[in-house]
């Protein structure tokens, strides 16, 4: 079983940065992906980033593509979303994702485990 642990969040004001970690520990990920999504207070969890474990391979929502970057460190089993030119609608409760796949990266039902989220409001 993978146990996710995310911290990062906070408040951060429209045009700045905050990255996100999570931290995974469990059996290895090799096989995984790991992703990112976000939930706004009365709308759905949508997907935001995903990164292939092994092959390292990003996918983005076209709402963040060229703003956030997600990358992982092997040696420390953890994933980070580095957020850069924050707008207003990025504020939510962000949550790490596991799913013992590498198809289907986009879609929240998809995926085995979950953190327990963090909050990133953006506003000035």
């Known amino acids: 079983q993978v146990q996710l642990v995310e911290s990062g969040g906070g408040l951060g004001q429209p045009g700045g940065s905050l990255r996100l970690s999570c931290a995974a520990s469990?059996?290895?990920?090799?096989?995984?992906?790991m992703g990112w999504f976000r939930q706004a207070p009365g709308k759905e969890r949508e997907f935001v980033a995903a990164i292939r474990w092994s092959s390292g391979g990003t996918y983005y929502a076209d709402s963040v593509k060229g703003r956030f970057t997600i990358s992982r460190d092997n040696a420390k089993n953890t994933v980070y979303l580095q957020m850069n030119s924050l707008k207003p609608e990025d504020t939510a409760v962000y949550y790490c994702a596991a799913r013992s796949s590498i198809l289907a990266l986009s879609t929240p039902a998809r995926y085995d485990y979950w953190g327990q989220g963090t909050q990133v409001t953006v506003s000035s």
């Open positions: 469990g059996p290895p990920l090799g096989r995984y992906a």
